[in-house]
C-alpha cells in the first residue's frame, strides 16, 4: 500500500539569493513564456493534494501561481533548510514533498517513488539521488519527508547548522534511484537557463 496523494502537500522552494544569476529572483525567470517555479508547481501539483511556495521576496507574484507562499522563519538565507522548515511548519498533512524551483522537468513520478520507498523503508525521508559517472549523486532538495520532523530541524537550525545531508542523516533516509539525471538538472546561471530552452 503506497501512500495517499492526499496525505502529501507539495512545497516549491524559491527562497534562494540567485548569487550564480546575479542575484536575480529566479523563480520569478521567464522559462518558456512561464516563471521557471510555475513550471515547478505544475509539475508537483498533480503528484500531490495541495501545494505551498517558499519564497522571501516578490512574495505577490509568487502568491498569483495559486498558492500560499510562506517566508523563511529565519533570516539571512541560512539555505534551502530555512525553506524546508517554512514547509514543515505551515503542512498540514501527514508528509511533505519539496521540489527546488530552478529544476523544471523533475520526473513527473517523483513523488509516488519517493513515497514507495518511504513506506516500503519504513524511512522518515525519502531522497531522490542519480548515478553519474557510476557514482551516487543524491539531490536532497528532491524529497518526501515526515512533517513531524518540523521540531528536529528547527532545532538543529537553532544549533547554528546548515547542512541538508547533516540534518538528514539524523534521520532514517532512504535514497531512490532515478533513471534520467536529465531530469534533475537545475538552472543556476543565466547561461544553465538558455541551455534548459533548447
Ligand atoms: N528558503 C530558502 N531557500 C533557499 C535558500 N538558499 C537556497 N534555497 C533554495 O534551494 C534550492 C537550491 O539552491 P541553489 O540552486 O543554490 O539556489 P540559490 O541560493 O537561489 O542560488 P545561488 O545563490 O546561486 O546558490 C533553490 O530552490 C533555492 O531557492 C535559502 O536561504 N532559503
Ligand atoms: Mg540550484
Redesign the pocket.
Given at each position: 500500500m503506497t501512500l495517499l496523494r492526499e496525505e502529501i502537500t507539495g512545497l516549491v522552494?524559491?527562497?534562494?539569493?540567485?548569487?550564480?544569476?546575479g542575484g536575480a529572483d529566479?523563480?520569478l525567470q521567464n522559462h518558456r513564456g512561464l516563471p521557471l517555479a510555475l513550471h515547478a508547481l505544475l509539475r508537483l501539483s498533480p503528484q500531490v493534494g495541495g501545494m505551498m511556495v517558499?519564497a522571501?521576496r516578490n512574495i505577490a507574484a509568487y502568491e498569483a501561481m495559486g498558492a500560499p507562499v510562506w517566508p523563511?522563519p529565519l533570516p539571512d538565507?541560512?539555505?534551502?533548510l530555512?525553506?524546508l522548515l517554512?514547509g514543515l511548519e505551515h503542512c498540514e498533512t501527514a508528509y511533505l514533498a519539496s521540489v527546488?524551483?530552478?529544476s523544471p522537468n523533475f520526473p513527473p513520478d517523483l513523488v509516488e517513488r519517493l513515497a514507495e520507498a518511504l513506506q516500503r523503508e519504513d524511512a522518515d525521508i525519502a531522497i531522490a539521488a542519480t548515478l553519474e559517472d557510476g557514482r551516487l549523486q543524491r539531490h536532497p532538495?528532491f524529497c518526501l519527508l515526515k512533517a513531524g520532523l518540523a521540531e528536529s530541524l528547527r532545532e538543529f537550525l537553532h544549533e547554528g547548522e546548515r547542512k541538508v545531508g547533516l540534518w538528514m542523516a539524523r534521520h532514517r533516509a532512504v535514497e531512490v534511484l532515478f533513471d534520467d539525471a536529465a531530469a534533475f538538472f537545475?538552472a543556476?546561471t543565466a547561461e544553465d537557463l538558455r541551455s534548459l530552452q533548447r
Open positions: 522552494l524559491a527562497g534562494g539569493r540567485g548569487s550564480r544569476m529566479k523563480g517558499n522571501n523563511d538565507h541560512p539555505g534551502p530555512a525553506g517554512a527546488p524551483c530552478d532538495v537545475n543556476n
